[in-house]
């Protein structure tokens, strides 16, 4: 069984949201316009706001929990952030419902493919994405602490059957977040006879 909570609920004092979305009144909050990416005297990469640090990337005790300290997001693009050769953030964007244009979109849909292709273009989107609806998408609609609704869903925008998926989810939320597969399946180092597979390993880096 899998419980999924919000970091910024259950550890208002650890965690940051630095987002151009509003987010709850309660959560510690800065916008991103106020928040700085900057690389610390011993190489680790962090945040600070008006001179105030906010946290790191990649040291901090919450991440073994499987908890990043802090969301760091942009709007329509986040770009990857790194720690030397670290990636601690993957790419994500943020794509509406708008952005499909129009078409008839149900059954085998032609204006389906060509609206993804088109999307996928505008944002240099890879194949191999996660979904999930926005903060924005799930305050409005009364899901935030439903599990279904906030745990990513995997995505291959070459398949039909996920396009359908995605576009289904797109339509329910009006907005989607979409972060990058990283590494994606060709790049899994985990290999076998019939196939690449993938493992998560956590554990907690100290600088000394």
């Known amino acids: 069984a899998h419980t999924t909570v919000r970091i910024f609920d259950a550890l208002p004092q650890q965690a940051v949201f630095a987002s151009p979305q509003r987010g709850n009144p309660r959560w510690r909050s800065f916008p991103p316009a106020r928040a700085e990416v900057f690389i610390d005297d011993e190489g680790d990469v ?17 991440i073994p929990l499987g908890f990043h300290p802090f969301q760091f997001g942009l709007t329509p ?7 030397g ?4 953030q993957r790419r994500a964007w943020t794509v509406s419902i708008e952005e499909m244009g129009a078409g008839n979109f149900s059954g085998l849909s032609r204006d389906l493919i060509l609206g993804v ?9 890879p194949r191999f994405v996660y979904i999930r609806p926005t ?3 799930l305050r409005r609609s009364g899901a935030e602490g439903r599990d279904k609704d906030t745990k990513p869903v995997f995505i291959d925008l070459e ?4 396009l359908e998926i995605f576009h289904r989810w797109l339509t329910k939320s009006g907005e989607l977040e979409i972060t990058e597969m990283l ?3 060709d790049d899994l180092w985990w290999r076998e006879a ?7 390993l956590r554990t907690l880096m100290i600088p000394r």
């Open 46 to 62: 962090a945040l600070r706001a008006n001179g105030e640090y906010l946290g790191s990337f990649a040291r901090n005790w919450i």
């Open 135 to 137: 903060e924005q998408a």
């Open 159 to 162: 398949s039909y059957l996920f």
């Open 183 to 185: 590494p994606a399946p």
């Open 194 to 200: 019939d196939g690449r597979r993938t493992f998560e």
């Open 85 to 88: 050769r670290v990636i601690v």
């Open 117 to 125: 292709e088109r999307l996928r273009a505008a944002k240099d989107l």
């Open 77 to 83: 693009h986040t770009p990857r952030l790194r720690c």
